[in-house]
């Protein structure tokens, strides 16, 4: 393995705000020298595992407690009345409502198309002998849409439409009150619940809200089977406690997105494109990759002169100027594509020549944005893809959340007498050589039947 050392590259006209990270002489073990923030969940266990146990003993009591000491509003009522979903949404920018019908139109689109596996017909093993496979949606799942820095409506979208799709007959979702809105969530995010039917809403946040969801509260909200969207430290926390009580759909950190680029991308999208996710979070990560020395001192430049007309110039450029971001300089496009794979980002974009053909040789990433005019923004909100994806490497093992995060998969044997007979002997013997008589018997007692 080859020395990581920082860029004595020419200087630009502007002062830098990413970091550069020179693997031009590196071969291999790549994950352990690219940048990554602290995301560390074990830590805020001790404050959230308080918060969680009280929901469950006390309930509502205790989430009105925890509205006020955290939200510093406490909601006119826990659960969202249906006539307020139904005034937000009629209140809607006409064309804020066209926007959100288009994303959830195609959002659904390819959730149909695409996500949704029909029942396959059932493998017939032997004579008589059938093992089919059913895909049974969730009964009830509780759904977190963050309502921090950013209250993230398109949150709704991506989690409500996929489980609609699956089939899910009962969904709940929290969002926490807000003191600007009367202790209410965000109106976008009630507008977009009633314009996708969903009516069972919670004015509650943070792990306090998993905590319900988890547990249930008596006379207010039903436990769950599986809770899903992103959210902070805490709410992350939370689902790490309650997990194995219900299901999670994963343990997302902070958001973070990768750009592999060439000499033909153009700096101010490469530019644009790092800013728009450093605008989530302070600890939002945010990594080109790129052999081009010019192309890396024009996105400096371009960076800092974004960043400076931009609103949230502050929490930007934290991020930028943070361990998890950085320019990665490398040889050649076949070591950006290993660097690439090795970071395993939430959100991938290729602005190289032949975006398609190097988007193809890619094999960990969460999703990929490809060309000049696919921005990770586009996939935010109305591509029609997810954007609850895995972070913080995590997109090597698993994946973003789809129709078929909201189903289970439940085998089907069949078995006619003759059948069982067949592969009796087998049975019998693989039970007794795990010491398990019994096992052998439930075969054997069949045999004279």
């Known amino acids: 393995?080859?020395?990581?050392?920082?860029?004595?590259?020419?200087?630009?006209?502007?002062?830098?705000?990413?970091?550069?990270?020179?693997?031009?002489?590196?071969?291999?073990?790549?994950?352990?020298?690219?940048p990554r923030g602290e995301f560390d969940v074990e830590a805020a266990l001790d404050r959230v595992r308080p918060i969680v146990d009280d929901v469950a003993a006390r309930g509502a009591e205790a989430l009105t407690e925890y509205s006020h000491r955290f939200d510093g509003v406490v909601p006119p009522s826990l659960r969202v009345p249906a006539d307020v979903l139904a005034r937000c949404a009629s209140e809607l920018d006409p064309q804020l409502a066209q926007a959100f019908a288009e994303a959830i139109r195609r959002r659904r689109a390819v959730a149909e198309s695409l996500e949704r596996d029909a029942d396959p017909a059932p493998a017939q093993v032997a004579d008589g002998a059938r093992v089919g496979l059913r895909n049974v949606p969730v009964r009830r799942v509780g759904l977190y849409v963050p309502g921090g820095l950013a209250p993230l409506a398109s949150s709704v979208i991506m989690n409500v439409v996929p489980a609609q799709v699956a089939g899910v007959t009962s969904i709940a979702i929290a969002s926490p009150p807000q003191k600007d809105f009367g202790g209410l969530p965000h109106p976008s995010i009630l507008a977009l619940c009633h314009l996708l039917g969903v009516d069972e809403v919670y004015a509650v946040g943070g792990a306090q809200a998993i905590a319900m969801f988890a547990h249930g509260v008596a006379d207010l909200c039903e436990p769950v089977d599986l809770v899903t969207g992103p959210g902070n430290i805490y709410v992350v926390a939370a689902k790490r406690l309650v997990r194995g009580l219900v299901g999670i759909d994963a343990e997302a950190g902070p958001t973070e997105i990768a750009i592999v680029a060439d000499a033909t991308a153009d700096p101010r999208y490469v530019a644009a494109d790092l800013i728009s996710q450093a605008e989530h979070d302070p600890l939002a990560a945010a990594v080109l990759i790129t052999a081009s020395e010019d192309?890396?001192?024009?996105?400096?430049?371009?960076?800092?002169?974004?960043?400076?007309?931009?609103?949230?110039?502050?929490?930007?450029?934290?991020?930028?100027?943070?361990?998890?971001?950085?320019?990665?300089?490398?040889?050649?496009?076949?070591?950006?594509?290993?660097?690439?794979?090795?970071?395993?980002?939430?959100?991938?974009?290729?602005?190289?020549?032949?975006?398609?053909?190097?988007?193809?040789?890619?094999?960990?990433?969460?999703?990929?944005?490809?060309?000049?005019?696919?921005?990770?923004?586009?996939?935010?909100?109305?591509?029609?893809?997810?954007?609850?994806?895995?972070?913080?490497?995590?997109?090597?093992?698993?994946?973003?959340?789809?129709?078929?995060?909201?189903?289970?998969?439940?085998?089907?044997?069949?078995?006619?007498?003759?059948?069982?007979?067949?592969?009796?002997?087998?049975?019998?013997?693989?039970?007794?050589a795990e010491n398990l008589p019994a096992h052998a018997n439930a075969v054997t007692v069949r045999r004279d039947a």
């Open 1 to 34: 393995m080859g020395t990581v050392r920082p860029s004595s590259r020419r200087p630009t006209r502007i002062g830098r705000v990413l970091r550069t990270l020179d693997l031009t002489g590196v071969d291999g073990a790549y994950r352990s020298l690219l």
């Open 295 to 432: 192309l890396a001192a024009r996105v400096q430049e371009e960076v800092a002169a974004q960043v400076a007309a931009t609103r949230h110039a502050e929490r930007v450029t934290t991020a930028l100027a943070g361990e998890q971001s950085a320019i990665v300089l490398v040889r050649d496009l076949d070591q950006a594509v290993a660097v690439a794979d090795a970071y395993a980002a939430e959100h991938l974009e290729i602005q190289t020549a032949d975006a398609a053909a190097v988007a193809a040789r890619i094999s960990n990433a969460g999703a990929i944005f490809v060309g000049d005019y696919s921005p990770v923004s586009l996939g935010d909100y109305s591509a029609g893809s997810t954007h609850v994806l895995p972070t913080a490497g995590c997109a090597c093992h698993s994946s973003g959340l789809t129709v078929r995060s909201f189903m289970r998969t439940v085998h089907v044997i069949d078995y006619s007498r003759e059948a069982l007979l067949e592969i009796a002997d087998g049975v019998e013997l693989f039970a007794l």
